[in-house]
């Protein structure tokens, strides 16, 4: 064995002999403790890859586009547990959780980054197919933790939407795989990465167009896309906040990498038709209605879901455009969207125990009476707003630079989306942090550290990117077409 599959494997083995621990473990400290240390180790192995990356195994695939998504993924569930420890011992303490609830909710918690982690590693598109499905009932589970008729309800909602979407996924891959079968032979050929991509030239052009809009529409469930994102707001909603951070900077992210995944198979088959004009409708229509939404939002949680269905919007929109630029850009936005939201959760998650409610008439004058937490919150809101400096502007503008230079026309529906966004996190954001203080008072419970550290990585990135991540980005981009 390499060390690169020896790593590839810990980011499997890690969180699934954790799951396993955490659901004995009888006292809180202790499961805290291992969820955490388990995501830690989960992060090194994931940038263990950085520097030995191994060759394709029999059911692992360790690529440069797959290893941005671990390297991302594993970082931002590292710092997601080190905040939901506190969060989660707030939640005991109030009598929001039983014991058995918080071994069941930790375990489950490593069962995620299982299953994600499985799907960014899948040498065939069977097994990833299994993995996010895994995930989606993961998620499931963890919504409906609070066991309120609300949590029920959006735990249901998040299930039958998610199901019908996984559903339309594997139509999408069984397509994928009939047009493979005649030129590849039948078996597991038919569904390996590495095969498909060889011989995509040869497919039915036909069977893959097809099949690629039952695959964007499937994936683009769980990526949150209009008209496919009805369950996102409510699972953010009635959650724990942990588990929102994880769904916007983490389980959107992966479904997304399915999608260029098959966005490539395309481009390797010459007569099958350009995915990229799909993408760059549904990402467009996501970023002018969630904005549109946020004008309407009440509850604090539900008003950062519809700002992730924007987000989501305008990555897919970059990766539809293509192009060196415009794929940057969308590794770029990515990378700083999930950093920032998952950072914007953290100040939720504190903001929510401190004052005992989610709606937004009654959180008012953070930055008086908790200063820490509001100028947080500030600086995370303004820079998934897209004001400088932050990574997130610099995403932003490269993206429309990009769509100015290939699709004009598009260009003013554009800005016109994110001006829309602006105005409407601007003026919530007014609200919430300045002004006389209202409602409970009571202090923050659990570190801030996490929040802290992805805002001072998002502010950095607007200053300054390293050349070997720059290199790095622009080497996957051009392997994006």
Not at 283 to 294: E, H, N, R
Request: hydrophobic share 60%; net charge positive.
């Amino acid at each position: 064995m390499t060390a690169g599959f020896d790593a590839a494997s810990a980011l499997l083995l890690l969180p699934a002999l954790a799951a396993a621990v955490l659901l004995a473990l009888p006292g809180y400290r202790a499961g805290a403790v291992v969820n955490t240390l388990a995501a830690f180790l989960s992060f090194l192995a994931a940038a263990s890859l950085l520097v030995a990356k191994p060759e394709d195994g029999a059911f692992l695939r360790v690529d440069d586009l797959n290893i941005v998504f671990l390297v991302l993924n594993s970082f931002v569930g590292c710092t997601t547990a080190l905040f939901s420890a506190g969060y989660i011992a707030h939640e005991l303490e109030a009598g929001r959780l039983t014991i058995g609830q918080m071994r069941f909710y930790h375990a489950m918690y490593q069962a995620l980054l299982f299953a994600m982690n499985l799907a960014l590693l899948a040498s065939s598109i069977g097994v990833m197919w299994v993995a996010i499905e895994m995930a989606t009932l993961t998620t499931v589970l963890m919504v409906g933790l609070y066991r309120t008729p609300a949590a029920i309800e959006a735990a249901w909602k998040y299930f039958i939407l998610g199901s019908v979407g996984i559903a339309l996924a594997l139509f999408g891959s069984i397509l994928v795989y009939m047009a493979a079968r005649p030129v590849v032979g039948e078996g597991p050929d038919g569904m390996a990465w590495a095969v498909l991509m060889a011989h995509a030239a040869a497919f039915d052009p036909a069977l893959l167009n097809l099949a690629f809009v039952f695959l964007l529409l499937g994936y683009g469930t769980k990526v949150g896309l209009v008209p496919l994102h009805a369950w996102l707001p409510d699972a953010h909603a009635e959650g724990p906040t942990p588990i929102s951070a994880v769904l916007s900077g983490l389980l959107l992210n992966v479904a997304l990498y399915a999608v260029l995944r098959f966005k490539l198979l395309l481009a390797a088959a010459p007569g099958a038709l350009a995915p990229g004009p799909l993408l760059m409708g549904l990402g467009l229509l996501s970023l002018l209605f969630a904005g549109g939404m946020l004008y309407r939002r009440r509850d604090i949680k539900r008003l950062f879901a519809f700002s992730s269905i924007e987000h989501m919007g305008l990555i897919a929109f970059a990766f539809g455009i293509g192009g060196p630029i415009a794929n940057f850009a969308g590794l770029l936005h990515m990378a700083m969207h999930s950093l920032t939201k998952s950072a914007i959760f953290f100040g939720v998650g504190h903001v929510v125990q401190v004052k005992g409610t989610q709606a937004l008439s009654e959180i008012r004058g953070l930055t008086a009476s908790h200063p820490v937490l509001g100028w947080g919150l500030v600086l995370g809101v303004a820079a998934i707003a897209g004001l400088p400096p932050s990574g997130v502007f610099m995403s932003e503008f490269l993206v429309v630079t990009s769509t100015v230079a290939h699709a004009p026309a598009l260009a003013a529906l554009l800005v016109a989306g994110l001006l829309l966004a602006f105005g409407a996190l601007m003026l919530r954001l007014h609200g919430l942090a300045f002004g006389a203080p209202t409602g409970r008072m009571a202090p923050v419970k659990g570190t801030q550290a996490p929040m802290l550290l992805h805002l001072a990585l998002v502010v950095g990135a607007g200053l300054y990117l390293p050349p070997p991540l720059v290199a790095w980005f622009q080497h996957i981009a051009r392997l994006l077409g």
